[in-house]
């Protein structure tokens, strides 16, 4: 059985936090996981996902066939910690511990394919461009048309000066 492994170090959250969501995904096929990963609200679970994808395109590139692909395991470490210190009241100070993670995702080609229960589609491209305001062509003055005010009822109704 081939495998790919994909690594992410020095990942800014705490490495417990991070295990909740990667316990999750141990056993599933790619597809699955990434469903899950994609309707997650936890912080982890875009890096979590940027490493699955990843991991996905370097399997794709050895030649293994990514419909049999199954995590089989995935491993959250502590990385190292950043010691700082909060003053308090009294010439006190309070440590805080701003901890690391290190991931290593290992994916395994099964035997057999696996059934696909999602269909993940990319979200659609939003076009950059400003939104131009229409004009009508020329009228027969020779000027170009505005198009009308559209105002709501309420600035209609309580306008600040009376016509």
């Known amino acids: 059985m081939n495998q790919q492994i994909a690594k992410l170090n020095y990942l800014t959250i705490a490495p417990r936090k991070v295990r909740l969501i990667a316990n999750t995904l141990k056993g599933l096929s790619v597809q699955e996981a ?56 009294m010439g006190r100070a309070t440590p805080i511990h701003k901890k690391m993670s290190h991931v290593v995702l290992v994916l395994k080609e099964s035997d057999k394919k696996i059934v696909n229960r999602f269909v993940i589609t990319p979200p659609a491209k939003k076009s950059t461009a400003p939104k131009k305001e229409r004009v009508k062509p020329k009228a027969e003055g020779g000027q170009a048309e505005k198009p009308k005010d559209q105002r709501g009822f309420f600035k209609k109704m309580f306008q600040r000066k009376s016509v």
Do not use: C, T
């Open 34 to 89: 990434e469903a899950q990963l994609l309707l997650r609200v936890q912080r982890s679970a875009p890096p979590l996902l940027k490493l699955l994808r990843s991991a996905i395109s370097n399997a794709k590139n050895n030649k293994m066939d990514a419909s049999k692909l199954v995590i089989s395991s995935i491993l959250v470490n502590q990385g190292p910690m950043l010691k700082r210190f909060l003053p308090r009241a």
